[in-house]
Every structure is written in C-alpha cells, then in structure tokens.
C-alpha cells in the first residue's frame, strides 16, 4: 500500500514541527506563500469581501479564516491543538552530579505515558527570548536537531521485576546530557541553535522532543507511527482541509491552540477568549452589530478534532462492547453523558450527513460505562463561544506515549470529510436545520 498524499503531508509535517511555535510557525508560513494576511490582535482590523486573513496569539496558537464574497452563512470551525505531552526544561537546566553526569532539570508537561520516554534519542526544541538591537525583545525558534539527550532505563538486574515499576520524573526520568568536561554548556548548545549569542537569551521555553525516526509499518503498510499524532494529526488534517476548500457562503475557520494537554487555561488555550475575540471582531470588521454576531453564531458550527482511542489489539476488553473503532475505519465520532465530549443528537447528525456527502467512513466511541475517559478542548472552547459542536477524532493506539501508532488510510478520510465541512453552510431556525 502506497501512502496517499494526506498521510505522507501529516508525516512531513510533524517531522517539521518538533515544537508548538514551530507547528504555527509551519503553518503561518505556508498561509503567507498562499496569499492570506496576517492580523495583530494590538491593530484595529479591516476585512473585505474576498479576503484571507489569519492572527496568531502567543505564537503556539493560530485562527485562519477567508470571508466569502457574498456572505449568507455562519462560522464554519474546526478546532484542534498544536501541543502533545512531554518535558519541559527548567529555567536552570544543568544538574551537576552524580558521579560525573551532567543531567538536565525538567518537569512533566501534561499526562504521558512515562515509560515510552526511556531509552531513546532526545532533542529539545521550543522558543528563547533575546535582547534585539533595538534594545527591546524578540522572540528565536530553536531546535537542535541532533541527538542530545537520552534518559536511560535500570537494567532489569537491579530491579525486582516481580514488583512491576512506578516512575518518579525527578528521579527515575532526569535527561542524561553529559559527562562533567562539558559541564555548563548546554546554553551554549540551545544558543548556537538559536543564531544568537547565550548572553543574549534571558528567557527559554523548551520542551523534550522523541528523535525516534518515523515508520509506516505492517503487512501492508497500514499503520504509522510517530511522536505527536495527538494531536497534529488532527491539527494537520484540519489545516489541509482549510487550504484546498473552496469558499461557500459561509466563513470557513481553521482554529488551532496550545495547552490543551494541561488544561486548555492559558490565554492561547481554547478556554481562553482567543476564539471569542476573534470571531467577535471579524463580525464588527465586517460592520456587523452585536445581534449580528449572536445570529451569526446561531447557524454555526464547530469540529473539535482530537485523537481517540481505537480497540486495542491486546486490551479489547478496555472498549464499549457496542462500539469498536478500528484503524484504518474512519473517523471517530465521540459521545459523553457527563459532558466530556460535546457530541449531542443535532451535531452528530449534522456531522453524519457530512461524512456521507465526503463519502467517509464513521465510526462511534463511548468509553466503557466504569471508564471515566478524558476530554478535549470542545468542552473548554464552548464555554466561551456557545455554539453546536461535535467532538471528531482519528483512531490511534497508545495516546500519550512518546510515539504513537495509527492508520495509514484515516488521515485522508479526516481531510476529505473537513473540506465538505468548509465548504458547507449551516440554517438554522428553532428545530429546522439544513446543510447545505
């Protein structure tokens, strides 16, 4: 089986984007060469019929969207993240000792599987905050793209392996950087990364990065396996989608913010008032009125696309017995009772219809009924703009270890049903609602 175009993109993509800032930065770049106009969120904003624009916040978060040139619909949004779980490095990084190891300081960044991490090439990447010339501050990406760290497991001698093992990340998970003769140098390393002078760096915002090559793997080639599929998959697929739609009548948006992994709180996470803002100023640029905005939100809709859990090939008993998504079987449509998800009837219909227009597979997830399961940022970006969701995502295995494994033939199924999504335009009037 040959990758299609969408797998072998999301793959390229990911390899590209060691990083949230990078992940934007990726995706701001290809939104420039397609002839959008970037907004700051500090101008007073002017958009026409026909335009492209996109403003960014934080530079880890981004919403793109295009104004149809005659204008009759709502929002049509897709939300997902550009953030995974890992490490983040502590301000002063280097830990002398013991013996003559030098180590580097981190702290967990969201909830990961803690055992992937041993024993594999590690990097960082991330963003440092520098003097400029102008005696203000700026803001460098780095990335040093080589193998620099490694976090080694005890060997199976010193352990009791009829006791199983419990992970401690200030003990058991401390990055092994160097021997003591290169003690001091790892600013200097992220530095010359950077392009700037280590006198220069007054800040740093760096996290881990999983070097382990990529692989698309199986009888057939059918699965891949990668760091961060949860959630670029989903980020990527959303961001594909936006770029090949066509413009209806409605305005299409791509949304995609940082910090879900650790709650979605911060002023770029989707609790955050980032979307809100947005929307509420594309409607005054537009010289809508605050009515105009609540009617507008009314025949509105939002995809919260983030990975799910496909039955797992050794733990089947995990799954609803009802409901089994599988690799390579669709997109998956999530529901909860106690909210967790913001699929209800009205948006998994809407949602249903669009997947049989793009011809798309669908499958269903419930966790099993004594599994509470997590949530997404659907539940975080409704509190601010109440509007009808369904919460998507591409089956996987292993969410949240440092290298995840999903199917080769899911994220074409993504792209496929999102572009039908853009291109569509939402009616509703009481308990009337048309697609079209």
């Keep these: 089986m040959e990758l299609n175009k969408a797998t072998s993109g999301l793959l390229e993509f990911i390899n590209k984007s060691p990083s949230s800032f990078h992940a934007i930065k990726n995706i701001k770049d290809t939104l420039n060469n397609a002839g959008y106009t970037e907004l700051f969120e ?21 919403i793109a969207f295009r104004v149809p040139e005659e204008f009759h619909g709502g929002f049509m949004i897709t939300a997902s993240h ?27 960044y969201g909830g990961m599987i803690l055992d992937s991490w041993f024993d594999r090439p590690l990097s960082v990447a991330g963003r440092v905050i520098v003097r400029d010339g102008d005696g203000g ?39 092994l950087y160097a021997l003591s003769n290169a003690k001091g140098s790892f600013i200097k390393v992220v530095a010359e990364a950077a392009g700037v002078d280590p006198s220069d760096i007054l800040e740093h915002e760096l996290y881990l990065v999983n070097r382990q090559p990529q692989s698309v793997w199986g009888a057939e080639n059918e699965f891949i396996s990668s760091p961060k599929l949860d959630d670029l998959q989903c980020a990527y697929s959303s961001f594909a989608s936006f770029i090949e739609s066509n ?29 809100y803002d947005t929307l509420t100023r594309i409607n005054a640029a537009l010289g809508g009125t605050p009515e105009d905005y609540l009617r507008l939100i009314a025949s509105s809709m939002l995809l919260s696309a983030d990975n799910a859990h ?3 090939p050794n733990h089947a008993e995990l799954a609803d017995p ?5 690799i390579n079987g669709g997109i998956v449509m999530k529901y909860s009772a106690a909210q967790l998800y913001m699929t209800d009837a009205i948006s998994a219909a809407l949602f249903d219809e669009i997947c049989r227009i793009a011809d798309v597979p669908l499958q269903k997830f419930f966790n099993r009924s004594d599994i509470r399961g997590g949530s997404t940022l659907g539940v975080a970006s409704t509190r601010q703009v109440a509007i009808n969701t369904v919460d998507i995502g591409i089956a996987q295995f292993a969410m949240h270890s440092s290298y995840e494994t999903a199917g080769s033939l899911d994220t074409e199924y993504m792209v496929r049903a999102m572009k039908v999504f853009y291109e569509s335009t939402l009616e509703m009037r009481g308990d009337s609602i048309k697609l079209k």
């Excluded at 009548?249 to 949304?255: D, Q, R």
């Design 42 to 62: 500090s101008d007073k904003w002017v958009c026409q019929p026909g335009g492209k624009y996109y403003v960014t916040r934080n530079s880890s978060s981004i």
């Design 310 to 312: 496909a039955v797992h």
């Design 247 to 275: 413009t209806g009548s409605s305005i299409p948006v791509l949304y995609i913010s940082d910090n879900e992994e650790v709650g979605c709180v911060t002023k770029q996470g989707a609790g955050s008032t980032f979307l």
């Design 137 to 175: 501050l700026a803001s460098k990406l780095v990335y040093v793209d080589r193998d620099l760290l490694m976090i080694p497991h005890v060997a199976v001698h010193m352990l009791n392996p009829n006791n199983g093992m419990t992970y401690n990340p200030a003990s058991d998970l401390v990055p």
């Design 322 to 326: 009802t409901h089994r998504p599988r």
């Design 82 to 108: 550009s953030d995974s779980p890992t490490f983040k490095v502590k301000s002063n990084a280097e830990m002398d000792g013991p013996e003559n190891y030098v180590r580097i300081n981190t702290e967990r």
